[in-house]
Each structure stands twice: as C-alpha cells, then as structure tokens.
C-alpha cells in the first residue's frame, strides 16, 4: 500500500488548506481515515471514510472539516475550514485494507503515510 500525502503549509487562523492523500489502488473500497498528531501526545483521529462512502468526523473536526474520496483516482481529500492553532499538527493518511466498515479509529489495521505538516499560525 502506498500514501502520500500532500497540501499541508502555513496558513492563518481562520484560513483553509485542503489536504490530498495519493493512495494505491489496493485501498479501493476500504477504510481510509486521516489522524493528527503533535510532539508529545499520542496520535488523534481526524476523520474516516468507509469503503461505502460514509463518513465519521472527530467532535474536534466537525463542522470545519470534511473527508472526502474520489474513487476513480483513489485519492483522498481532507477539506480544512477555519482553522484554528490547535489544529497545528503533523497530518496523516491512513489505509485500512480488507476492512470496510467499521472503520474507528484503533486497531493496528492502520496503514500509515509519511505525514504532512499544518501549522496554523498569525
């Protein structure tokens, strides 16, 4: 499986940044997902998406985030709206294969990509 990750940067509280994760075909139709993580503290689910199309976003994302999948492509999309300082993190694709519904959060079915950097900053 292969997820890379691109859109990450700087931008101001309050601006958008729209994060775009190139996966391998082998993800079609499973769970992907997009976590967060910052120096010190443990991993964080963001958002997930079942190979259904049905979406789950964290109490921290909802209403300014949204997940997306364009399944032609395999490409996953995370739109970031009014962003705030505490979203500054290292943004992760993730893959589950063979599952997909269900998805959560947890669970070592996880497949990670190399990550992309969000600072949110004035």
């Known amino acids: 499986v292969s997820l890379v990750e691109s859109g990450g940067g700087s931008v101001q509280p309050g601006g958008s940044l729209r994060l775009s994760c190139a996966a391998s075909?082998?993800?079609?139709?499973?769970?992907m997902a997009w976590f967060r993580q910052t120096p010190g503290k443990e991993r964080e689910g963001v958002a997930n998406?079942?190979?259904?199309?049905?979406?789950y976003h964290s109490d921290s994302a909802k209403g300014r985030f949204t997940i997306s999948r364009d399944s032609a492509t395999h490409t996953l999309y995370l739109q970031m709206n009014n962003l705030k300082p505490d979203d500054t993190a290292t943004y992760y694709c993730?893959?589950?294969?063979?599952?997909?519904?269900?998805?959560?959060?947890?669970?070592?079915?996880?497949?990670w990509g190399q990550g992309t950097q969000v600072t949110v900053s004035s």
């Open positions: 993730a893959a589950a294969p063979g599952t997909r519904w269900a998805c959560g959060f947890s669970g070592d079915r996880w497949i």
């Open positions: 075909p082998s993800t079609a139709n499973s769970c």
């Open positions: 998406i079942d190979g259904d199309g049905y979406t």
